[in-house]
């Protein structure tokens, strides 16, 4: 039974660029949410996809946009980067009817901004 | 608003026992989680509160109390692997109907031998 995945496990960019990271839930989760963490802090919610539809969105702006498709995976886009987007980019899953919706996470992707 | 605090960092040593603790104010409270996070890896679930009381799971359990916002970690049998960050995370429902995560900034429990 595969875990959460993420792809890409690096990515380096420069200010002003578009980047789109990927997420794959556990097998049978409907729900996905993604988290930014920056070095020495916990991790702060981005939003939440469920039934391909953004239905939370915590403190981002506009420039952090995603997507849910069919097959429950997801993106997340940031656009204009900047130097302070530099973290680590980590996704979760979880299956919405279940008591406690456990969030499983996936390995991160670790964005560096130059 | 939410907020979430627990200590920096904490010390201890193999076979000891640490209680790692969390306060936290929320207005729509809806379960409190806790975290272990390895350097460089993703956070794995250690336990859920959503009612009052202890959990117990092995070498660790987790207590809540809803009416003081506070929650805490007990580590028995510390092993070396266990140096790692623990974060503490609070589900607030208020307003919005998704199931976010609201963490703290996480505790470094450093076991030495």
């Known amino acids: 039974d595969a875990g959460v995945t993420q792809s890409p496990t690096h990515l380096i960019k420069t200010r002003g660029q578009q980047v789109t990271l990927r997420c794959s839930p556990k097998?049978?989760?409907?729900?996905v949410s993604w988290y930014q963490q920056a070095l020495g802090q916990g991790p702060q919610f981005i939003f939440q996809?469920?039934?391909?539809?953004?239905?939370q969105r915590g403190n981002f702006p506009d420039r952090f946009s995603g997507h849910q498709f069919p097959n429950y995976s997801s993106e997340l886009n940031v656009n204009a980067l900047l130097l302070g987007d530099s973290a680590l980019y980590l996704c979760?899953?979880?299956?919405?009817?279940?008591?406690?919706?456990?969030?499983?996470f996936g390995p991160g992707t670790r964005l560096t901004v130059l | 608003g939410q907020n979430i605090d627990q200590p920096t960092e904490m010390t201890a040593t193999e076979g000891a026992i640490v209680q790692i603790n969390c306060t936290y104010q929320?207005?729509?409270?809806?379960?409190l989680f806790w975290y272990q996070q390895h350097a460089g890896e993703a956070p794995t679930f250690l336990s859920y509160?959503?009612?009052?009381g202890l959990e117990e799971k092995g070498r660790f359990s987790s207590f809540l109390s809803r009416s003081k916002g506070y929650s805490y970690l007990l580590l028995k049998e510390l092993q070396m692997k266990d140096s790692a960050s623990y974060l503490c995370?609070?589900?607030?429902?208020?307003?919005?109907?998704?199931?976010?995560?609201?963490f703290g900034k996480g505790t470094t429990l450093s076991v030495s031998s």
């Open positions: 996809y469920y039934e391909e539809e953004e239905r």
């Open positions: 097998s049978g989760h409907d729900t």
């Open positions: 995370a609070v589900r607030d429902r208020s307003g919005q109907a998704g199931t976010a995560l609201i």
């Open positions: 979760a899953s979880s299956l919405e009817v279940t008591a406690g919706n456990e969030q499983f």
């Open positions: 509160n959503v009612l009052d």
């Open positions: 929320t207005s729509g409270f809806n379960g």
